[in-house]
């Protein structure tokens, strides 16, 4: 598996939306997710808007790749995508940095 | 088993140093951290030195207790503290924040 941490910045004023709208994720987005191999995959908030994801998946170009096809992703990203901050026009799953992993303890 | 991420923000000038440090950790601290609880404990770092910590738990409150009475873990926070921006005194594991979890696939 490949651990993946990712960062996205939402906006401040939007953070209360964001929470709740992440309570209540489509089934049908939560299973494309699972099916493309998003596994143990979390999103975590810090109070200013800076967002972190971790997931694990055996190929992260295939989870990226496969998620890009998916018309309920395409739905749910576009939904999605008003409450980031600096995505320049892009969709949040293309507009999020990779950090590297530096250390890894089982 | 709780989800744990939290921040630190290294000093720019350290990173190299921090990353290098962090691929031979010292066999008897990756023991002391199993031993209390820290599972599937990865660390991510941004080029600018925001640094993400992730990891699994049976218990927050135990695992962070766990590690503060172990002599290794002083030694290892003392040598790791002169990475640290913004410790203001604390010891790294003193100093990290720990961000909300807003979603959860398993």
């Known amino acids: 598996m490949e651990r993946v941490c990712f960062i996205l910045q939402v906006k401040p004023d939007r953070l209360a939306e964001y929470r709740e709208r992440h309570r209540s994720v489509w089934p049908d987005m939560l299973a494309a997710l699972a099916e493309t191999g998003w596994h143990n995959y979390s999103l975590f908030l810090r109070d200013d808007g800076l967002l972190i994801g971790y997931f694990e998946t055996p190929n ?41 992993e530096i250390f890894h303890l089982a």
């Open 60 to 100: 992260y170009a295939a989870a990226l790749a496969g998620m890009a096809t998916r018309e309920v992703n395409e739905r749910w990203q576009r939904e999605m995508a008003p409450f980031f901050a600096d995505l320049e026009g892009r969709r949040p799953d293309e507009g999020f940095l990779r950090l590297e």
